[in-house]
């Protein structure tokens, strides 16, 4: 039962909630600012699975918060799995669509400018950097959590 | 030292590692049949990704395949550990490239079809689909090993 930090209850993993949801948020602000995101198959996806991420972060990031408050992490072995495989899904579908996006991008920004403005396009671009981060973030969770099963 | 289907020096494994040299062999093969690929960054990092993840793949099959022969599987708690994260960070870098092509292929067909004739973007998407096949493959693999790792 020793503390692993960034594992679940902690204020590492609080923080990594956090800014998890700030990311997640960001990513969808800056894609759904540009309104012609849904005429690229990647960025709608990006937009749904960041709608699925926001909820997901923002749940836990009230549950961490309140089990640092009261200072009695959660420390159920089937609550811990559901949370890890649920960020290590998450985790997946979003690098997944940060991929995508990002190469999405990255094509549009190397045609001769006809599809998107070069202001749109950088703004797509910072949505695809955020999702890498939120990706980068969802994932530590996950292996910190994971690490921390076995003991429990 | 109970023996997981799918962890290393088992017939499962084996096929495991098998189908992931297939894949990415197959995926290589249709991406740089058609000889534009380098025009596009995305196509160019599943070429750079497939380069790295075929002679892993090949190695290991060939050391699953000499490791059922003799019966002997390789139990060394450090070596399973470096195929665990070897596997890890490639189907990391196999998913991205995947879901890059993907992507890209999407938007490409999408266009009018000035930038690829029909038949060779067809390719290209036979080509992310080996991809992800060989994805899935080997985040299996690193699953069973990882499975596998406590009770050594």
Redesign the interface.
Known sequence: MDDVPGSMGTSASFSLRLGQTIFSSASLFFMALGVQFYS???FCYLVTIMGLAIPWSFTLTIVDGYSVLVKWPIRQPRILLIVIIGDWVLS?LI???A??????V??LL?SDGSFCPLKVCRRYQVSAAMAFLSWFLSMASSLFNLWLL?SL
């Open positions: 690229y198959t990647a997946i690098l997944a669509a991929c995508s996006a990002a190469s999405v990255d094509l190397h076995p």
